[in-house]
């Protein structure tokens, strides 16, 4: 049984600031790389930032500078903190765990939790 449950999603105003979490049960946590990825109404899903289990980082260029990714390994939680935020960063959010050969291969989703950027 695995479970990625998202929360810390809603309605904030341009400028403003954000905290989003994803808590895991039902895999080895630390094996995991753990993404959160975002997907507004009539586009694509899209990557927002990443972290593997080696502590490697990455970010989609339209939030680097706003938006910080990290993971406690211990809590099995990887969170988002978002700063700045602009209407465009509207879409319902998704928390991601994969991992790859050597390990057994496994992809899990999350529900989605939305997130709105409005005045």
């Known amino acids: 049984q695995v479970q990625l449950v998202e929360s810390g999603g809603g309605l904030v105003q341009p400028g403003g600031s954000l905290r989003l979490s994803c808590v895991a049960s039902?895999?080895?946590?630390?094996?995991?790389?753990m993404g959160w990825y975002r997907q507004a109404p009539g586009k694509e899903r899209e990557l927002v930032a990443s972290?593997?289990?080696?502590?490697?980082?990455n970010y989609a260029d339209s939030v680097k500078g706003r938006f910080t990714i990290s993971r406690d390994n211990a809590k099995s939680t990887v969170s988002l903190q978002m700063y700045s935020l602009k209407p465009e960063d509207t879409a319902v959010y998704y928390c991601n765990a994969r991992r790859q050969p050597p390990r057994l291969q496994t992809v899990s989703w999350g529900q989605g939790i939305q997130v709105t950027v409005s005045s």
């Open positions: 972290i593997t289990d080696a502590y490697i980082i």
């Open positions: 039902g895999i080895i946590f630390s094996d995991n790389t």
